[in-house]
């Protein structure tokens, strides 16, 4: 997963801190890369409008948004002057990672969210394990009289299969996906964001496929020829049918030519 750097050294804020402007906090970058950079918001503007108040947000010392993006742009779009927070500091940004994926367990969220957040477990999950791992080799080096040499050879080159897919099944359990369904989930969605940087609109359509059909829909268009699959996804995407089987049903029986000139920017 690829995500810009982040710094926010501009106001450190004081752990004492109860309410600031909504203004003066940033989100987190990675939020942007799971869940989306323009999240709709109405039904909370809704919630907040009845209820009056919100939960406190959590942020770094910097500002920066660990749980609560989207109250936070709520709290924007009704004008408010200030919002309630827990200022926190953390010892590493895997750890504000870690607690920004914990904070979104049960909201609701799309199968894409899902995967993407896996995508994320499996980053915290490889540098806990690294931390773990060096632990150890300090913790060998000094109950040790002489020099301990610790091999720690690649975990993939060592044993691939079981190692790889107890993460697998780890990771996939925290986000609600079955292991095998993960796996495949995450190559489409690979795909897709392949797709995404030359023809937007049809990698709009295979999330849609992924996301409300089922992944086994969007795999199947992973094991088409590429052809194929764009012809299927440009009659989704053109509201000509809603699922892979009504496109397929429409390109066997309609006699038209697609226009493969179609503007897939």
């Known amino acids: 997963m690829q995500c ?3 710094s926010n050294d501009e106001y450190p804020i004081p752990l004492s801190t109860k309410l ?3 203004l003066k906090l940033s989100p987190h970058p990675m939020n942007a890369c799971i869940y989306g950079a323009d999240e709709d918001v109405s039904d909370l503007v809704e919630l907040i409008k009845v209820g009056g108040e919100i939960r406190p947000l959590i942020v770094t010392p910097r500002g920066t ?3 609560g993006h989207r109250r936070n742009r709520a709290a924007t ?3 408010w002057s200030v ?4 200022v926190r500091e953390f010892d590493s940004p895997i ?6 994926l914990r904070e979104n367990t049960y909201r609701n969220r799309t199968l894409e ?3 993407r957040e896996g995508w994320c477990w499996e980053m915290v999950e490889a540098a806990f394990a690294k ?3 060096v632990a150890a080799l300090k913790q060998n080096q000094v109950n040790s009289d002489d020099t301990v040499r610790v091999n720690l050879p690649e975990r993939q080159e060592l044993s691939p299969d079981p190692e790889v897919r107890r993460t697998r099944n780890r990771v996939a359990a925290r986000v609600g996906v079955g292991g095998s369904s993960y796996a495949r989930a995450s190559k489409v969605l690979k795909a897709i964001d392949l797709m995404e940087q030359e023809y937007a609109q049809l990698a709009v359509a295979w999330k849609r496929v992924l996301n409300s059909q089922s992944i086994d829909a969007a795999y199947k268009l992973l094991k088409s020829p590429p052809l194929w699959r764009e012809r299927v996804l440009q009659v989704i995407s053109t509201g000509q049918a809603d699922t892979t089987i009504k496109a397929i049903a429409h390109l066997k029986t309609n006699t038209c030519t697609l226009n493969y000139q179609f503007v897939m920017g």
């Open 4 to 6: 810009d750097e982040y």
């Open 20 to 22: 600031i402007s909504p």
């Open 65 to 67: 948004i660990i749980s």
């Open 77 to 79: 779009i009704l004008g």
């Open 83 to 86: 919002v309630p927070v827990e």
């Open 95 to 100: 750890e504000e990672i870690g607690l920004l």
């Open 113 to 115: 969210q899902r995967i």
């Open 131 to 133: 931390q773990r791992q």
